[in-house]
């Protein structure tokens, strides 16, 4: 029976390895890195590393679904203020800072495995719901003008959906040519101003936010 160090100390190496893979895979790429690179930085031999976890596929799958838990723990709600929506991007880059190699890696990631496919499929489609439920709200609430057109705030939520999960490698693609940088929040708000009512540009106005636009 193992005693309650040795459990320590599996636990430890277990959360280690993930800790050193999330950064590798950040820093050269999911694709790139072997679990000898892995096991290399960690100075274990690749046989410890295989005891935890077998493949690099069983690797990403446990990443994957602890990321998931973490984005759940976020408690993400449709019920904010304009203060509350620029937390909620605020939080989101720090996830996708945290996790950069996953949201450059968007779309091929589940192409490789269908378990990241399901995933994916059920945080975008709460993150549509979330949207369009703040839209909503600040619609009724005349922080937000009405739509123009049936669908239009739908069309909005997808468009900040498509830069929140996927606009990543473009953002990457753009700074090789962009003499001023532009950050992704920036360019969500940059959705949302022209929707504002002079009541939702005040409160806009008031945020305390570094990369808000000026």
């Known amino acids: 029976m193992l005693s309650v160090k040795d459990i320590m100390m599996t636990v430890n ?20 890195v072997t ?3 892995i096991s290399d930085v960690l100075n274990i031999s690749p046989g410890n590393l295989t005891y935890y976890f077998k493949r690099k596929k069983d690797l990403m799958i446990c990443i994957s679904s602890m990321q998931y838990e973490e984005y759940k723990n976020l408690n993400f709600s449709s019920d904010v ?7 909620l991007f605020l939080s989101l880059n720090a996830f996708r800072e945290k996790y950069f190699f996953y949201f450059s890696s968007f779309t091929e990631l589940p192409k490789l495995y269908p378990e990241i496919s399901k ?12 949207y369009n439920n703040i839209f ?13 057109y049936a669908g239009q705030y739908e069309d909005l939520s997808i468009s900040l959906l498509s830069l929140s999960m996927y606009g990543i490698q473009e953002i990457i693609l753009l700074k090789k040519f962009l003499a001023k ?24 106005n008031k945020l305390n936010a570094p990369n808000k636009i000026s």
């Open 13 to 32: 190496l277990k959360e280690k390895i993930i800790e050193a893979s999330i950064e590798l895979f950040n820093k050269k790429g999911y694709a790139h």
């Open 35 to 37: 679990m000898r690179d």
């Open 81 to 87: 203020s304009i203060e509350g929506l620029n937390q």
């Open 119 to 130: 995933i994916q499929i059920k945080v975008v489609n709460e993150f549509y719901t979330v």
């Open 136 to 148: 909503s709200n600040f619609v009724n609430n005349g922080i937000m003008k009405k739509e123009l």
């Open 181 to 204: 940088q532009k950050n992704i929040l920036s360019i969500l708000w940059s959705l949302l101003l022209p929707h504002l009512t002079t009541e939702g540009m005040e409160m806009y």
